[in-house]
C-alpha cells in the first residue's frame, strides 16, 4: 500500500508537523512485521500551488496522510488552495482522488487536541466532495512544544500520548491495507480522535508564556 506523507505546514523546513510525520513513520515502519507492507512518498505542501510533478505523485497512493498546523480554528490557507486545486485536478481528471483513503493529524497551539474539530469537518466535507474517504481524523492539542521535545522518545515523559497516536493511526493504515488487498472488505472511518500532549495543562501553559517571555527579552524589550 502506498501513502502519501503530507507535510502541509505553510512553514518551511522543520515544523511540528513535519516532526509528528516523521515520528509516525518510523513507528509504523518500526511495528510492522513484513516492512515491504506500507511505501511511503514523502510530499511537501507549503505553497499555494501544487506542482504537475507532485500532483503525479499524490495520484499514484492510496492513502493521503495530511499533518499541518491548525490556523484559527480552521486549515491554514496555503493548505485550502491546494485542496481547491486537487479537487478541480480531479474533477478534470487529470488525477482520480475517489475511494482514496485520507487521514489528516492536526496540530494545535490550544492544550485541548477538541479544537482542531472544525479543522477536521472541513476535511471531512472535502472527502465528500472528491468521493474519496475520509478513514481517521486526529487533533492533538499541545503543539507548541513538539519542536522542544523532538529529542524525547515517543512514548516516554511527555510524548508519551504519542505512541496511543502513532499505534491508532497503524491498527488505521491496517483497515485500510485489507481493504484494498480484499475487495470484499471496507474499511470504516472511525470517529476523530482527540489527544493532549502528556503534561498537565498548568505546566504546558506556564512553559508557553516563559518562552515568549525569554522571547521578548532576547529582542531587548521588557516582560
Not at 482522488?97 to 472535502?126: D, P, R, S, T
Not at 488505521?172 to 491495507?177: F, P, Q, R, S
Request: charged fraction near 20%; aromatic fraction near 8%; glycine fraction near 6%.
Amino acid at each position: 500500500m502506498k501513502i502519501a506523507m503530507i507535510t502541509a505546514s505553510p512553514k518551511v523546513g522543520k515544523s511540528a508537523s513535519s516532526i509528528l510525520l516523521k515520528e509516525c513513520k518510523t513507528w509504523i515502519t518500526t511495528h510492522t512485521e513484513n516492512s515491504d507492507t506500507y511505501e511511503f512518498v514523502e510530499i511537501v505542501l507549503n505553497k499555494p500551488i501544487i506542482e504537475d510533478s507532485v500532483l503525479n505523485k499524490i495520484n499514484s497512493c492510496d492513502v493521503l496522510f495530511f499533518s499541518f498546523p491548525l490556523y484559527e480554528d480552521s486549515i491554514p490557507s496555503h493548505l485550502l488552495s491546494c485542496l481547491v486545486q486537487l479537487d478541480q485536478t480531479n474533477q478534470e481528471h487529470v488525477i482520480d482522488l475517489k475511494n482514496k483513503y485520507v487521514i489528516a493529524l492536526v496540530n494545535c497551539g490550544f492544550y485541548e487536541g477538541i479544537q482542531c474539530e472544525v479543522a477536521l469537518e472541513i476535511m471531512q466535507h472535502w472527502c465528500t466532495h472528491t468521493e474519496s474517504i475520509f478513514i481517521q481524523g486526529i487533533g492533538l492539542g499541545g503543539g507548541g512544544c513538539i519542536e522542544g521535545i523532538e529529542r524525547v522518545p515517543v512514548g516516554v515523559s511527555v510524548k508519551k500520548v504519542l505512541a496511543t497516536v502513532y499505534s491508532h493511526i497503524l491498527t488505521v493504515l491496517a483497515k485500510c491495507d485489507l481493504s484494498l488487498s480484499d475487495k470484499n472488505t471496507d474499511a470504516i472511518p472511525g470517529d476523530n480522535q482527540y489527544f493532549s500532549i502528556s503534561m498537565p495543562r498548568w505546566l504546558y501553559l506556564f512553559s508557553a508564556h516563559r518562552m515568549w517571555k525569554n522571547a521578548i527579552r532576547k529582542n531587548k524589550r521588557i516582560a
